[in-house]
């Protein structure tokens, strides 16, 4: 679900640290002379993205070693079979 601005209802840009207001670009320079105050939403959803990501890379590379091994074994099998 997007964040909205506070003031105009467009998709927020930026929060603003240590709360849940979110601003659009506009309505922040509007209202924050200062924009080191303000965090970009964008730069904290990356953030979780690359968390995520790196927890899920490793198993991943695990279970594609084992599917090669099954399956090395399987043909193997089927060969001796319908000799
Ligand atoms: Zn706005």
């Known amino acids: 679900m ?5 003031i105009c209802g467009e998709e927020a840009k930026y929060s ?3 709360t ?3 601003y659009c670009s506009e309505c922040a320079k509007e ?4 924009l ?8 904290m ?7 995520v990501e ?3 890379k ?11 091994e099954d399956k090395e074994e399987t043909e193997s099998n089927d060969e001796s079979q319908t000799q």
């Open 58 to 68: 490793a198993p991943q590379e695990e279970e594609l070693n084992l599917h090669e």
């Open 36 to 43: 080191s105050m303000l965090v970009e939403v964008e730069e």
């Open 20 to 22: 849940r207001d979110h």
């Open 16 to 18: 603003i640290k240590g």
């Open 2 to 6: 997007p964040k909205k601005c506070i």
């Open 45 to 51: 959803a990356k953030k979780v993205k690359d968390l």
């Open 54 to 56: 790196r927890r899920t």
């Open 31 to 34: 209202n924050f002379a200062d």
